[in-house]
């Protein structure tokens, strides 16, 4: 099998539709894919009506949360979408995605950058407003090559000229909720160093503690030594070591399918799973 559980779609800050997808996620010859987009759910109704078969769709979402200063991504998977905690708590933090977004174009705007919120929006369309919709327009605007190299101390990462804080989740309270919501967590890319500052090791070990259920070690952005370290990790905390693309379509340079989670680990998400249920493809 072949199980990819980390893309998104239109619905956060992918360029593929929710159908488009699915669709290409089946063309990429998987058999298991995730929807987690940032903080919402709103992709998952257009994905299984549009499943095809022999497509298994795994519902999510990919929360942010924040820990002693330190930004971070938090994967929920097969929660109950309509346990309202949680769901108040996603919609706190889609709120703030706006006048967050606003921020970083006027930080843009004093730095000389002729952006505008009206070019962001429009990138936007009808998805929860993010980094890479702003990364792009750098990107249409010539300031940078790729929407990669936006998020750098120079422009986006967390440590940017142009970061703007946006509400996040306590990731304490997000295993919370989320295993309140039948759901299962993986901590994403926790040592992509290259977007900012990253959790300390120790911190990782306390959200074990606390019932974090894995953490994504096969990522682009972790090398080779830094996934074996992240594996051993996973060992000692007897966390579960996940692969995956991080798609986001044709906003970044990975492809569905360039890391892949273990099957065994894949059983282990949905035996622990009790809000929803994988999503069997029909054909649509």
């Known amino acids: 099998m072949r199980i ?52 298994t769709l795994i519902t999510g979402a990919e929360l942010s949360c924040r820990i002693d200063g330190v930004s971070l991504h938090m994967l929920a998977y097969l929660f109950d979408p309509e346990e309202p905690e949680l769901a108040r708590e996603r919609e706190l933090v889609r709120d703030d995605r706006v006048p967050r977004a606003q921020g970083m174009v006027a930080k843009l705007r004093d730095l000389g950058v002729p952006i505008t919120w009206e070019q962001v929006a ?31 101390s120079e422009w986006l990462a967390n440590d940017g000229r142009a970061y703007v804080q946006k509400h996040e989740l306590d990731p304490f309270d997000a295993i919370r909720l989320v295993k309140a919501a039948g759901g299962v967590t993986v901590f994403a890319h926790p040592l992509a160093v290259k977007r900012g500052s990253c959790v300390p090791e120790g911190a990782i070990a306390e959200l074990a503690a606390a019932g974090l259920d894995g953490i ?62 994988p999503v069997p493809g029909t054909g649509g």
């Open 122 to 152: 429009r990138i936007a369309g009808d998805g929860a407003v993010g980094r890479p919709h702003i990364a792009t327009a750098l990107v249409d605007l010539g300031v940078v090559p790729t929407v990669s190299d936006a998020f750098t």
């Open 4 to 55: 990819d559980l980390h893309t998104h779609s239109t619905a956060s800050d992918g360029t593929d539709t929710p159908t488009e997808l699915v669709r290409n996620a089946a063309a990429a010859g998987l058999d298991v894919v995730a929807l987690t987009d940032h903080d919402t759910v709103g992709g998952h109704a257009e994905a299984r009506a549009a499943l095809p078969g022999g497509l």
């Open 216 to 277: 994504e070690v096969d990522h682009m952005d972790h090398d080779d030594p830094t996934r074996a370290r992240l594996r051993g990790m996973a060992a000692d905390l007897g966390l579960l070591p996940t692969g995956s693309s991080d798609y986001h379509g044709s906003r970044k340079t990975c492809r569905l399918g360039d890391y892949t989670t273990d099957p065994e680990i894949y059983g282990e998400i949905v035996r622990r799973a009790t809000g929803a249920f």
